[in-house]
T-cell receptor
């Protein structure tokens, strides 16, 4: 079983829709959580960190459920430019990150 | 401020050839990393360097060596390339330990025939 698991998608949604991705992690010692975004044939870039109380950045909301060991990302009012692969990332309080395989989002007009 | 740079962008090798992938960062970060990304596998850590002068193995180190030349530069060497090493290679650097953001270079697309 992978340490970080994500539904690969693709999620195909129309512009303006709300879409949510979940990610589960297996190691309860995980301490830090992130969502990275990766555009096709580009490098990953940090989208947002995920805090225990949940956090919001514009149209993006991240939630953490430690009891069930999952992280979620909600995107409201989807834009064409949101089309990308979203990587769930966890850290066990070391210098090393564990990456999920990503969830692909395609927003259509 | 270029961030993280990698050379080359593309490379084709024959089985058994060697090559070095170069990475440099200008953000004064202590930690640097090499990953490979394969379809369906996600990013996997090959080697990392928590500070100048130190290197450690990651998840998939076999067939690779690294050198942390100075604080800015971290190179990855394939001594005898194999088709299984066909992949996209990303270098990254980080500013603040486990909670720090990792900044990635644009990647090197390597094909081994």
């Amino acid at each position: 079983r992978k340490e970080v698991e994500q539904d690969p998608g693709p999620f195909n949604v129309p512009e303006g829709a709300t879409v949510a991705f979940n990610c589960t992690y297996s190691n309860s010692a995980s301490q830090s959580f992130f969502w990275y975004r990766q555009d096709c044939r580009k490098e990953p870039k940090l989208l947002m960190s995920v805090y225990s109380s949940g956090n919001e950045d514009g149209r993006f909301t991240a939630q953490l459920n430690r009891a069930s060991q999952y992280i979620s990302l909600l995107i409201r009012d989807s834009k064409l430019s949101d089309s990308a692969t979203y990587l769930c990332v966890v850290n066990r309080n070391t210098d090393k990150l564990i990456f999920g395989t990503g969830t692909r989002l395609q927003v259509f007009p | 401020n270029a961030g993280v740079t990698q050379t080359p962008k593309f490379q084709v090798l024959k089985t058994g050839q060697s090559m070095t992938l170069q990475c440099a960062q200008d953000m004064n970060h202590n930690s640097m990393y090499w990953y490979r990304q394969d379809p369906g596998m996600g990013l996997r850590l090959i080697y990392y360097s928590a500070s100048e002068g130190t290197t450690d193995k990651g998840e998939v180190p076999n067939g690779y060596n690294v050198s942390r030349l100075n604080k800015r530069e971290f190179s990855l060497r394939l001594e005898s390339a194999a088709p299984s090493q066909t992949s996209v290679y990303f270098c990254a650097s980080s500013d603040a330990g486990p909670a720090g953001t990792q900044y990635f270079g644009p990647g090197t697309r390597l094909t081994v025939l």
